[in-house]
């Protein structure tokens, strides 16, 4: 089984949400995440591999733009069009108040003297909807 962290990007609140999905003590330092604010991992607008769960099962990350609902939606009909079990693909939307000013704070990132800023900036944020994005885990909301 697979589950993706959809977010308007894949290195911001989906992959902070994707860590704490791994592990659940996340200490909210930011810069230790592999592919945080990193501008080039998502220009390749791949699904980001962060790792495995604690039953195995694969966790991703993927940013899709600003419409994130109607990708997931698209997403979950072409599963069901392709007769794709549910329980291969677990989509989880990540969706923050902030996500339009970190999207547009990440296209800083593209220039690399301007990068520590926009990740500072960023953390910043993402510090303020920590409670938002965790509430949005599955098995953290219980």
């Given amino acids: 089984m697979n589950i993706i962290f959809l977010g308007t990007t894949g290195v911001h609140q989906t992959l902070l949400a994707a860590g704490m999905y791994i592990d659940p003590k996340f200490n909210r330092s930011y810069h230790t995440l592999s592919y945080f604010n990193d501008y080039q991992q998502e220009a390749g607008g791949h699904p980001i591999y962060i790792g495995r769960d604690y039953a195995g099962r694969r966790v991703h990350s993927l940013g899709v733009g600003a419409d994130v609902e109607m990708v997931s939606k698209t997403i979950n009909q072409l599963r069901i069009i392709l007769d ?59």
């Fill in 84 to 142: 794709s079990p549910a329980g291969e693909l677990q989509l989880i939307p990540i969706m923050i108040k902030s996500q339009r000013l970190i999207s547009w704070l990440h296209k800083f990132a593209r220039l690399a003297w301007l990068k520590p800023l926009s990740s500072y900036l960023i953390a910043l944020l993402l510090n303020r909807e920590y409670d938002q994005i965790r509430q949005q885990i599955p098995h953290l909301t219980n």
